[in-house]
């Protein structure tokens, strides 16, 4: 059914008798018969079909246009709108109501763009869809994530996305609108990191724990929203991702370093130099609002943590690690450190690890499980990847360390009595609950300082294991087997150039081909590991017996 719509001219005058003559001006049309170009503006009028219930609408009319063609051209699009719904009567009634209501409240037509696309996916015509809704709606459907993937995009949609997109409808989102998302995380860090460096406790207090957003974990907010909104794409609910044309900083990893003499020495001035600035800072504090009993010094640990370094990643020797390990003997996470260090666990694989995938006769341990911390909650899930469950083989000095570890707990367990709960995980508080990531990551950074060791994060234990293999000889085939990377690309980028004895040992091998030296020999490279390799400061058997998120730490 067509619409019937005109065009005409009227204007405000009136006549002797107050009513006003709208069409019917006389000054409206010159004497030869022609429209004044002076007087009058254009007019169209659309009859609309009736309503559900049978009314009679009031005609849609729009005054106040310039030129004819104007009147026209939205008379005309308001013509469009209703051949939207061809033949299908009830979509015309509700494309009539639609446009009676939103010339009500906005003063124009709606889009015939969305229309059309709300008719075609079977949308609500009376609402839209906001981005809030949508990504609840999106991420309710992703049935086959792993739970730590669901964890991670609901945080991403909690913290980042609802709170500044949620209100947009969906197909009025534009890049700006995401940069701004992003605009608003550049100021919390600088929040944050004011609130930092003032040293005043309250303002400490209001961002303990938080941590600032780098761009490795912008980029992963961005691809929630990226694929959510590729999914609308699909959908045909948008037709542009706009998350997909916003530009970040590059959110690639930092490079690995290891800590050699070198970079210990110009920590160790840095380290000096960064607490004797903000004890400065505090006694300044201090001094100009005494009412706030701040103390002359800061946290010794807070500082050792935030000192400067070469890189976010750094990798200690074999022999810093034996130091560390040496200092952790006796401490009740003796074991777990142990275990990272030497089979290369991430934190919450360690944290997740039962007796019941333990084989400490066959010397296996099968990762089946992480906790992973966000905030004060902490959560159970599978491994972050499909290669990270796996059976790892265990070295012999490990193997004793789980034992007495074991025997340990079992101390713990006759001592707590009542008290104990018997949950089946290897690394427990002493009554028996699974430890927490960020527990063990303070209890590290603890012993870490006490030992007078150049920082690193626990989660770079971790790649210190990996790094052992490679400067034992063996190649990258099994540092990515061991460390259940689930790429061989990953093990090449981070590892290959962590280590400077590494790199030496390749120019001497090449030296001697050329030269026809003798050639250093080396291990298959297949050959499997059950010790952590030989340093010059001594063998896996007299080492000692002793994670943008903290749930980010726990990513590679």
Known sequence: MTAQGSTFKTCGCRNDDGKRLGKNCPKLRRSNGRWSSTHGTWKYQLELPLTAAGVRRNPLRKEGFTRQEDAEAELNRAKELLAIAGADETARVQIADLITATVRATKQLPEPEEVRRKIRTGQDLSRSVTVGEYLDQWLAGRRNLREGTRRSYAQHIRLYLNPHLGHIPLNRLRVGDVDRVFDAIDERNQQVARARETLDPKLRAKVKGQRMVGAATKHRIRATLR???AKAVRERLIDINVAALVELPSGKAPKALVWTDER???WQHDFAAHIETMNARRRRLSQLEPHKRIGQNINRLDAYIGAP???RVMVWTPALTRT????ARGHQLYAQFHLIAFRGLRRGESCGLRWADLDLTSGTATIRWQITQIGPDTFEG?????AGEATI?????TIKELRAHKARQNTERLAAGDAWTETGFVFTTPTGSPVDPNDVTEQFEQLSMEAGLPPVRLHDLRHGAATFLLAAGYDLKVVQETLRLSSLAIAADIYTSVLPQLAQQSAEDAAAVVLGAHRPRRRPASAKVT???????GTAENEGDT??????????
């Open 324 to 327: 560390f390990l040496d200092r």
């Open 227 to 229: 694929s959510a909104l």
């Open 547 to 556: 994670t943008e998120p903290a749930a980010a730490a726990d990513a590679s």
């Open 264 to 266: 210990i020495t110009q």
């Open 309 to 311: 370094r070469p890189s």
């Open 393 to 397: 083989n265990l070295d012999k000095t």
């Open 382 to 386: 599978k491994p972050k990847t499909d």
């Open 531 to 537: 010790e952590i390799p030989t340093a010059d400061h």
